[in-house]
Structure formats: C-alpha cells, structure tokens
C-alpha cells in the first residue's frame, strides 16, 4: 500500500542518532481517501517512517513495543511537504531500544513520538 509514496535516504547515521531526507509523491493513492480534496498524510504512514529509519539504523526488522508518546503537531500536506526530515535517537535496551524521534519539514515540526522498539 505504501508503495511509491515515499523515497529516502540517510543524510547522517550512527549507531545511535540518525537524520533521513524523506521525498513525499502528492499524487499516491492513499490521498485520494484521506481526506479527499484535502489530502493529508495519515499518522500510520508518520510512524511507518520512524519505524523504518529505526530499523534501517539497527540493522533488524523490529516493532513497536510500547509508544510512551506520539504528537502530531501539524498535518503533513503533500502537495506543499513535498521533503521531510526524519530525526532519530535511539537508546539500547534489554529487549530492543528506546526511540526518540521527529519528522519536520525544513520550517516547522510535524510529529514528534517516544516509544519502545523489539
């Protein structure tokens, strides 16, 4: 489903701190249902790239465990968020890691979660 609605790539990477460009296609699908006329990236495919660049940074295919806090602080639309930057830190843990990430565009923040990965 979220097929050719996103490219990437990592613009710096640690084994604990990562930031990755993310390009947006206004014309995928998805926003012909969220929300028609008024289309906006929906909070699952915000926290689909999180779970993406974690994995990506970790080498593993993980999920999340636990999200302690999740805001979406303004809608990411489209056809004018066309580039978003996804920031990450991530702690080790016992089972998995601890994640604090963002996704911004180059102006303002967009989402922001704490969460636990296994």
């Known amino acids: 489903m979220l097929e050719g609605l996103f490219t990437w790539n990592f613009i710096r990477r640690t084994s604990t701190e990562g930031e990755m460009r993310v390009g947006v296609n206004p014309r995928h699908r998805i926003f012909e249902g ?9 909070g699952v495919c915000q926290m689909w790239l999180v779970r993406r660049a974690v994995s990506e940074m970790t ?22 968020d066309r580039e978003l930057v996804v920031r990450v830190v991530l702690t080790p843990c016992e089972q998995g890691c ?4 963002n996704i911004s565009t180059a102006d303002e923040p967009k989402m922001k979660i704490k969460a636990r990965f296994q």
Do not use: D, M
Request: cysteine-free; aromatic content about 12%; hydrophobic content about 35%.
């Open 34 to 42: 969220h929300f028609p006329g008024k289309p906006v990236l929906p």
């Open 59 to 80: 080498g593993q295919t993980l999920r999340y465990g636990r999200v302690r806090e999740v805001k979406f602080l303004r809608p990411i639309l489209p056809q004018s």
């Open 98 to 101: 601890y994640v604090q990430a």
